[in-house]
């Protein structure tokens, strides 16, 4: 009789490659808070199979780099870190150097990466973080690299519960509700990345949730390309609400919104729901509706106001923040001084600008018109001009508040005595405190206000 050999789990073949006490993981993260997320997540698959935790590359055998393709900048400077890890390989040869994140979705980044950097093992795509043990396992297994080309945009993979997540701060959590986008805004490249929509059960987002706030956490970040989108047996207002049920002292706040989806429901959840905060990041990316439209935005500006309009007639203080593309293909200076309008007439707390990058395989890098990368410049330096004008503006009736701030630690510029925080809003504040308040709310009195931070004094 054929003997069936036993499968093997290719967590267990890792941690038998593992050195107990001597291999150890590095994560290294690019790009925005999915990416975050999803580190936490590789890290606490790399722990779960033996790896101990590296300070350093140059301490790691398994390197991850979890990489963002939002820009070209972004992937530039990913490629020049992954190239001077070939000195560590070269040093010990049982590292393991795997490319994760966006940028192993794009199918001529996958080749490049397989041509050029010989000392890289794998890519792993962002929707298939879960088989980072079976990725594992192979290369360790054959000897061989491993470069999976990237699905087909127009899957919807599965949702993968249960990955061990090692969370890097213990009162600050992000909780990832939905996966992908399929909004096709034409210089995105996310929806090609990251796949189409999809939404955790609303049972399971609540369950991680109601242990996040039991375990002490003060602050919970909802995630999503595009967060108010979400669906499941319920809408995202629906979700935001039973949130609201969960006993604890923790904040709520979710990223990213688009416009398009903001429901008069989420908009009455502000005021109204437990431990939702005060604040709301909403993109506009342009103030010219004939932008918009070849951004594929699918909102114009008047739309765009009026939700501004009922929000702030819910919050007037409410902190509303955005983020705008400077140099978009076709982008006169009529178009451009509409967004500047905007700027004025919204007054924004802050604004997250970019300069237009290409992106190969989203319609807009066919455009014609492109705008020449000096005006683009000169543009977004009398839109950055504007903005910290306004946000100082903003920020000055909050001198002599006393204010409810969550210590997140020391500053990070190192200012020894100093710490950093945010408002409910999630205004930045520095404060000289004791170490002890880290990962608590204290009363911060404010004696300075900036363009950028606050600064304050701590009071009983
Ligand atoms: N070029 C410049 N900025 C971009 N963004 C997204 N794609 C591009 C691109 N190709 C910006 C948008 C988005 C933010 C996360 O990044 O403003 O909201
Ligand atoms: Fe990109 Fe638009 Fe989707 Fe945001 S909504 S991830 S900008 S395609």
Not at 242 to 253: V, W, Y
Request: hydrophobic residues 35%; glycine residues 8%.
């Amino acid at each position: 009789m054929e003997k069936i050999p036993a499968r093997t789990d290719p967590a267990d073949e890792v941690r038998r490659w593992v050195i107990p006490g001597e291999s150890r993981v590095y994560v290294l993260t690019f790009g925005c808070q999915q990416n975050e997320a999803d580190s936490e997540r590789l890290l606490g698959l790399a722990l779960s199979m033996g790896y101990g935790r590296a300070d350093t590359p140059e301490d790691a055998e398994l390197i991850l780099v979890n990489t963002c393709a939002i820009r070209e900048h972004a992937e530039l400077k990913a490629l020049s870190i992954i190239g001077g890890f070939k000195h560590v390989k070269e040093k010990n040869p049982r590292v393991i150097i795997g490319v994760c994140g966006c940028m192993a979705a794009e199918p001529h980044r996958v080749e490049d990466l397989k041509r050029r950097y010989p000392y890289v093992s794998f890519t792993l795509e962002p929707a298939k973080i879960a088989s980072l043990p079976s990725l594992l396992a192979g290369v360790i297994r054959t000897k061989k690299r491993a470069f999976l080309l990237p699905d087909e945009p127009t899957a919807v993979p599965p949702i993968d519960e249960g990955i061990p997540v090692e969370r890097l701060s213990r009162h600050k959590a992000w909780v990832s509700i939905m996966y992908g986008c399929n909004n096709f805004c034409t210089y995105c490249i996310v929806p090609y990345v990251r796949g189409r929509e999809r939404s955790r059960e609303s049972g399971e987002v609540l369950s991680e949730i109601k242990g996040l706030a039991a375990s002490g956490v003060k602050e919970i970040t909802l995630l999503g390309q595009n967060v108010n989108s979400y669906r499941s047996d319920c809408d995202f207002a629906g979700l935001v609400r039973r949130i609201g049920e969960i006993e604890g002292d923790f904040r709520l706040r979710f990223m990213t919104s688009h416009p398009k989806d903001v429901s008069d429901d989420l908009i009455a959840c502000f005021g109204t729901v437990p431990h939702l905060a005060p604040q709301f990041h909403l993109p506009i990316q342009s103030g010219s509706d004939g932008i918009l439209r070849k951004m594929n935005r699918r909102y114009d500006v008047a739309r765009y106001l009026s939700i501004v309009e009922r929000l702030r007639a819910r919050d007037p203080a409410i902190t509303l923040t955005s983020d705008v593309i400077v140099g978009f293909p076709g982008e006169s200076d009529a178009d451009f001084e509409a967004t500047l309008d905007l700027l004025r007439l919204v007054r924004f707390d802050a604004v997250y600008s970019f300069i237009y990058s290409p992106r190969r395989g989203t319609p807009a890098a066919e455009y014609p018109d492109p705008v020449p990368p000096d005006v683009s410049r000169a543009r977004m330096r009398r839109l950055l001009d504007l903005q910290c004008e306004i946000s100082a503006e903003k920020n000055r009736p909050l001198l002599g508040q006393t204010l409810r701030v969550l210590c997140d630690g020391p500053s990070p510029d190192g200012t020894p005595g100093i710490m950093t925080g945010r408002t409910a809003g999630g205004k930045l504040v520095h404060f000289p405190a004791p170490e002890e308040v880290a990962g608590t709310f204290v009363q911060i009195k404010i004696d300075r206000a900036d363009a950028f931070a606050l600064r304050g004094t701590l009071t009983e």
